[in-house]
């Protein structure tokens, strides 16, 4: 079993920064892959972005692209999410999940969601 523990959303105005936090526990973080989900009211939840476990691979979603960089501290088994230049589209609820090497995030293990809203 894998526990994560998601930090750091908040509000902020259009054009802010957050940073997001997940600590993991349970296995070795080196060996997860780790990624940030979200999702709006309304409408299905998205990948924004995710990394693999060495750290060298992320991969994000074009909507996100350029504004947030998703990094990794295995010997803090910690993901980050640093989200700039925010937008009123933003806002959801992100979840931290983690995948085994091999498998998808859909049969792993998730937070339990933190809040981010965006206002105008």
């Known amino acids: 079993q894998v526990q994560l523990v998601e930090s750091g959303g908040g509000s902020v105005e259009a054009g802010g920064s957050l940073r997001l936090s997940c600590v993991a526990s349970?296995?070795?973080?080196?060996?997860?892959?780790m990624a940030w989900f979200r999702q709006a009211p309304g409408l299905e939840r998205e990948l924004a972005a995710a990394?693999?476990?060495?750290?060298?691979?992320?991969y994000y979603a074009d909507s996100v692209k350029g504004r947030f960089t998703i990094s990794r501290d295995n010997a803090k088994s910690t993901v980050y999410l640093q989200m700039n230049s925010l937008k009123p589209g933003d806002t959801a609820v992100y979840y931290c999940?983690?995948?085994?090497?091999?498998?998808?995030?859909?049969?792993?293990?998730w937070g339990q969601g933190t809040q981010v809203t965006v206002s105008s």
């Open positions: 999940a983690a995948a085994p090497a091999g498998t998808g995030y859909e049969n792993g293990y």
């Open positions: 349970g296995r070795t973080f080196s060996t997860l892959s």
């Open positions: 990394i693999m476990g060495s750290g060298f691979v992320t």
